[in-house]
C-alpha cells in the first residue's frame, strides 16, 4: 500500500494506492488519526487506485469517520468502481459512509 497525501489547513486528500489489509491497515489508520487530531476537518479518500481492502482496513476506515464526526469533520469516499465497488456494496458500507462520484464532488462534499 502506499499512501500519496496533499493537504492545506482543514483539508487533506489521501489517495491510497494498492491493498489494504492486516498488515498495513494501521499505516491509513494512524494517517488518518494523526490529520484528525492535528485539525484536519475535511479528508478526502481518493480510492481510485485501490487494489484490494480487508476487514481490517474497513475497520480502519469506521475508525476514522467516528473519529472526524466527533470533531464535527467531513469524510468523503470517492473512486470506487470494479472490484473495489463491489466490496463496499456487498458489506453495506456505501450506507455508512459519504461516497462521492468524483474526485471534485468529494472535495466540495468535504468543503461544505
Known sequence: MEILESRTKELAILHVIGRVNSSNAFELDERLRLLVQGGCRAIVLDLDRLDHMTSAGF???????????????????????????????????????????SRDEALRQAAA
Request: glycine share 10%.
Open 59 to 101: 475497520r480502519c476506515l469506521l475508525r476514522a469517520e467516528k473519529q472526524v464526526l466527533d470533531t464535527a469533520g467531513r469524510l468523503v469516499l470517492c473512486g470506487l468502481h470494479g472490484l473495489t465497488l463491489e466490496l463496499f456494496e456487498t458489506a453495506g458500507y456505501l450506507e455508512m459512509f459519504v461516497v462521492a462520484k
